[in-house]
């Protein structure tokens, strides 16, 4: 007897609009710490605004200015920042997914000819495609990138569209301000403090507790897991360790 409602083969979503906002810490070049994070926001694009409503309301409340980003977690944010993990984690309908590199064993000459921001864009591709699927049409915003890697996006998205036929839509790939776009911020979060659980750093108490706390709010032992395409909700897949 087949299952008259069975999970999408493709990530947490079927034949919808999907937003997904990217970002990535310690990549080749800007840290000598051994695990490189790329990941990102997934949800719906129809409750964008909504979801934005409450992550501002909660910043307001706060008193929380400017960007939000990991380097900033200290005591003074951790109860306003606590807050909107919180928020994000009780939403059935926003998914967090990151794939952790261990640089140290990547052949750069053997699998990219040599070529790191080649190297760099073929794991955000690994990172973006086991979840995408189930016919539906796809909308990615990547923070905006240094001049160096301003030609990997339109390679990206070549290659996103070849992996995409007859299982869903690119509809747009973007390089966007993340300074303007808070689904960017909060990704930035999550992946500095995967970022940092997975590098074993320790320092001012407040970013283990927010490590602690996001581990807690999706039902987590920590973030130092590998988890299969399947599991949803908070993501973590490691590449070559």
């Not at 000819?113 to 699927?133: A, I, P």
């Not at 808070?182 to 930035?188: G, I, K, S, V």
Request: glycine share 6%; hydrophobic share 35%.
């Amino acid at each position: 007897m087949s299952n008259a409602n069975p999970q999408p083969q493709f990530g947490p979503f079927a034949n919808t609009e999907v937003s997904i906002y990217c970002d990535e810490s310690r990549h080749e070049g800007q840290s000598s710490q051994r695990y490189m994070v790329i990941g990102g926001l997934w949800l719906p694009r129809a409750n964008r605004q909504e979801i934005l409503a409450g992550l501002r309301e909660i910043q307001q409340r706060h008193r929380i200015l400017g960007e939000l980003k990991w380097r900033k977690v200290s005591p003074s944010c951790l109860p306003g920042y606590s807050e909107m993990i919180e928020f994000l984690s009780r939403r059935e309908d926003v998914h967090f997914r990151c794939i952790v590199v261990d640089k140290a064993k990547v052949d750069h000459d053997k699998y990219f000819h040599n070529d790191r921001q080649f190297g760099f864009w073929v794991f955000y591709w690994h990172c973006l495609k086991q979840w995408m699927g189930n016919q539906n049409t796809y909308f990615i915003s990547l923070d905006f990138k240094p001049e160096s890697l301003r030609s990997g996006p339109r390679r990206l998205r070549q290659v996103l569209e070849n992996e995409c036929v007859k299982r869903c839509w690119l509809k747009s790939l973007d390089c966007v301000d993340s300074h303007e776009n808070l689904f960017c911020q909060m990704a930035d979060l999550f992946i500095g403090a995967v970022g940092y659980e997975q590098n074993g750093l320790a320092g001012q108490p407040a970013r283990p507790a927010m490590c602690a706390h996001i581990a807690r709010c999706y039902g987590r032992r920590d973030l130092k897991g590998n988890d299969l395409p399947s599991v949803h909700r908070f993501n973590i897949f490691r590449i070559w360790s």
